[in-house]
């Protein structure tokens, strides 16, 4: 048999599916820019927030800063992947081609979509596991009433999150070009993280706590907060997270382009 | 008789107001490597992503190795190899991940080491996409078409901005593809190209298929010679006619502007001493007057009155 006889035959979906998330997971966590959106800033946000809290004397109902930060910025770190990296990235893939050539090649959509969300997963995380070593080190407490609850509502909250923010997040890269999704994902990032209470509780923000609540943002701080702070799951935010889910799913599907 | 690798019937795209592809039908045999031949815009992009399964027919219908590209694309990709024009990878992937990747998506890939050798990539195997060159991308892009052992392989343009040696060993790589049994399609815009690799060439225009056959048939076997005639002023009124009834009917004369024309015929001394002749009857100087073998350039200008290339 010569070398190029044919020989054709797609690799079993599984065999694909983990080759797509091993080089999207690879590619994500080389790329410098995406790294300090992962991991840098949820730390310096973490860090310089329970110095401030310390010198301000921020009153977090009775809380020590460090043990509400810190879940806070383990939502900030979800967001930051599945929103803000994903659009990005998705919007660089459809620019320079890169999901067309996988459209051609044995690799089906649904498993180029199942390959991004395990990538996504492998991120999320390796950065949870980085927070909290560096939340341990500051001196988070994690409630431990109930460790059953707290790691379940946990679970459910990081899934639920990571959910709504990967269909935003594709949403705004299959409807945008490539440097206006750049542009769109780190600005939404930066004002959710600043005013959509996600490492602050909505507490914080008095009057406008009400609007903000119903940020996914604020839904998944306040999931990760009750689960770690007050040994509980947060129904309503899980509810919140699922319905903008739901939406952004729905715009997704009638929306992205893979071109 | 297997059938065909490529069997397209009519087909027509339109995008707005243009039409891309405008009732084109041909034949891809098996074993073969076939150039679609034709100026940018001409329609072979369209036609390609047709079959590749990207564009559902608009009209007309496609099929590759006797499938429906579109409604069974999941048993037709894994069988071909394609070749996109430009871009296709991650801008800070590398050379060799990018090829193990799309190996892995495959069942029985080549060997990618080789197939980076083979293609002169070794040196860059570990380069980002983003810092080759213009012609280390596509010859990526080929190892990507090939590293899956296909039957069929779609080329767009696969030797466009590649220096002299790079396109010789392309060359010789589909070549021996093809020895091995993988039918080619490509796309150029280049009459080398088409003239040194194909089998057949199907040469389009404007979305329509106006000449096929081999190299030797679409340029008579060399047998057939052109002229180009060149003039100072612009040809009297009838210009054309005249001439080519004074050269009779095995010749051809398509005026290309004002002061030139092309002239197909015998490759012998009488067509040339014929035009000489009848530009001193019409009291026309010649400018230039150059004489060759038909090439596929002259075929494409003599069908179309325009040049391929540019």
Redesign the interface.
Known sequence: MSTFTPRPGAAPLVQQVAAQARMEARLMLRNGEQLLLAIVIPVIVLVGGVLAADRLGLDLSGHDPVDVLTPGVLALAVMSTAFTSLAIATGFERRYGVIKRLGSSPLPRHGLLLGKVLALLNVVVLQLVVLVVAGLVLGWRPSLEDPLVSVGSVLLAVATGTWAFAALGLFVAGVLRAEATLAVANLVYLLLMAGGGVVLPTSAYGAAAGPISWLPSAALGDAMRAALVDTRLDGTAIAILLGWGVLATFLTARTFRWE | MPEPAVLISGLEMQYGAKRAVDGLSMQVDRGSITAVLGPNGAGKTTTLETC???RRPQAGTVRVLGLDPHRQR?AL????G?M?Q????????RAM?MLD??A?????P?DTA?LNDRLGLADCGRTPYRRLSGGQQQRLGLA?A?V????LVFVDEPTAGMDPQARRTTWELLE??R????TVVLTTHHMDEAERLADQIHIIDRGRLIASGSPTDLTSGGRSATIRLVVTRPFPDGAPESLRSELGHEAEVTQLDDRSMLITGPADGGTLGTVSRWCEMHDVLPESLTLGRATLEDVFLSLTGRELAG
């Open positions: 590749e399964g990207y999941s990709l894994p069988r071909i394609v996109l430009a871009g296709g990878a991650w801008s800070g992937v991940e990747h799309i892995a998506l495959h069942a029985h080549l080789m990507m090939l899956g052992r296909p039957e021996e593809i020895a091995d049994g993988v």
